[in-house]
């Protein structure tokens, strides 16, 4: 270690009393005591030859050094954090984030054939409600995710292409009545929107040229595709869906399409991972498991606008 570091033990001391907040809690989370927090801040201090902390009465203030010594050690530490998992999980093991609707519908069932396939390689799977799908491999503790990508990833990213969003809208059948609806009993029906920002049924209703007839300002708001698919199930309206993740539905009769129009959102599911991940085996037969048991977009008398 350079001599012109400061200690490390004084680092992470100070990193844990800027993220509490308090010495004394820093003290709690590290284990150690206050007076050592203190102690270890002091040599910090000397080290860089400025204060990182103020005193603004009974609360702990950082100076505008601290601030931004605090933001670096904060992803500095995070990464050192995530190599240590990763290290200690085994090249067998991958650390996967994916959307919940997606883990829900589709990757759930294709994880637990793998394990039972590749008993060596584990998957630690984490479902995230993401608005808009993204992953930092920088600062979250993952090694790969399944994201629905609109473009293609940067440069520093490996990406594997598994298939496409195609909207559709869904519904309750209606006592066993699944003949296409025309276009009033659409504009008369309550519709449910699986993101607040409205974007699935706007862009179908864009692309299907009713935007103007169909009133798609109003309607109710709910922040998953998967609770949308749920609602409209139930019989609460008419939801956006992934034409790709409903097929079990539609086969069984619980779910119908009042208008057989499918629009491609533009969006596909990627798998992706880190460049500097490399191809370790756990990833070669993830890659080609998932492959294989994509779900299937193919469903009769479906228009598709692409």
Same mark, same amino acid.
């Given at each position: 270690?350079s001599s ?10 100070f990193?844990?009393a800027a993220?509490c ?7 709690d ?7 050592a927090v ?8 000397q ?12 609360r ?6 601290g601030?931004l ?5 904060k992803?500095? /530490?995070?990464?050192? &954090?995530?190599?240590?998992? #990763?290290?200690?999980? =085994?090249? @067998? ?7 919940s609707?997606l ?8 994880l637990?054939g793998?394990?039972?396939?590749f008993?060596d390689h ?16 920088h600062?979250?503790?993952f090694?790969?995710?399944i994201l ?6 940067d440069?520093?990213i490996?990406?594997l292409r598994?298939?496409?969003?195609w909207?559709v ?17 659409l504009?008369?029906a ?7 920002d409205?974007?699935?049924w706007k ?16 309607g109710?708001? /709910?922040d998953?595709? &998967?609770?949308g698919?749920? #609602?409209a199930a139930? =019989?609460? @309206?008419v939801?956006?869906a992934?034409l790709s ?11 119908m ?5 499918a ?10 991972w880190p460049?500097h ?7 070669h037969?993830l ?7 994509l ?7 479906v228009l598709?606008l692409?």
């Open positions: 270690m012109r570091m400061p200690p490390l033990y004084a680092l992470r001391a990193e844990a993220r907040g308090s010495f004394t809690l820093a003290a989370s590290l284990n150690i005591t206050q007076s203190s102690r270890h801040v002091k040599t910090l201090e080290s860089l030859g400025c204060k990182v902390f103020e005193r603004k009465g009974s702990l203030a950082l100076t505008e050094p601030r010594l605090a933001e670096e050690l992803l500095g /530490f995070r990464i050192i &954090e995530n190599a240590c998992v #990763a290290v200690g999980a =085994g090249s @067998g093991s991958l650390r996967l984030k994916a959307p609707t883990t829900v519908r589709w990757l759930l069932g294709v637990e793998y394990h039972q396939a008993p584990r998957i630690q799977l984490t479902s995230a409600w993401m608005d808009v799908d993204a992953v930092d491999f600062a979250e503790p090694d790969c995710a629905l990508c609109h473009g293609e990833p440069s520093e490996e990406s598994l298939f496409d969003e909207l809208p869904v519904c309750m059948p209606q006592s066993g009545d699944d003949r296409p609806w025309p276009i009033e009993r504009q008369a309550e519709l449910i929107h699986p993101s607040r409205r974007r699935d862009r179908w209703l864009e692309r299907t040229g009713h935007a103007e007839s169909v009133p798609w300002q109003r109710k708001l /709910f998953t595709l &998967e609770l698919i749920s #609602a139930q =019989g609460h @309206g939801s956006m992934d993740l409903i097929g079990p539905e539609l086969t069984r009769g619980t779910l399409m009042p208008v057989r129009t629009v491609r959102s533009g969006g596909s599911y990627h798998l992706i460049r991940l490399g191809e370790s085996r756990a990833l037969h890659k080609g498991y998932l492959r294989e048991r779900p299937s977009a193919d469903a009769a008398d598709r692409d």
